[in-house]
Nanobody
Framework: QVQPVESGGGLVQAGGSLRLSCAAS????????MSWYRQAPGKQREFVAH???????VISRVVKGRFTISRDNTKNTEYLQMNALKPEDTAVYYC?????????WGRGTQVTVSS
């Protein structure tokens, strides 16, 4: 059973950095792409970044140049390095693993950026 678990969120001042982690249980996780989404209060969930099993990454234009996605298949873990954070980055960040019949979602980790 594949289950993603996010960590690393918190409160940071504008301009600061955070690194989120998503650890997924299940030995076959390394064959799947992994993604990050976020949802701010009162807004729809939006795509942040995506990384394939072999490391090809796609970053949302909104965060490109500030956020970097990576993964360590030996640890079944993906990371989201967030630099130059802005108050508008405040949201719950979710890890997602698209699979053939469903997408597995984590419960999310809160990121709050103060101005």
């Amino acid at each position: 059973q594949v289950q993603p678990v996010e960590s690393g969120g918190g409160l940071v001042q504008a301009g600061g950095s955070l690194r989120l982690s998503c650890a997924a249980s299940g030995s076959i996780v390394s064959i799947y792409a992994m993604s990050w989404y976020r949802q701010a209060p009162g807004k729809q969930r939006e795509f942040v970044a995506h990384i394939t099993s072999d490391g090809n990454a796609v970053i949302s234009r909104v965060v490109k140049g500030r956020f970097t996605i990576s993964r360590d298949n030996t640890k079944n873990t993906e990371y989201l390095q967030m630099n130059a954070l802005k108050p508008e980055d405040t949201a719950v960040y979710y890890c997602a693993i698209p699979m053939p019949l469903t997408t597995k979602w984590g419960r999310g980790t809160q990121v709050t950026v103060s101005s």
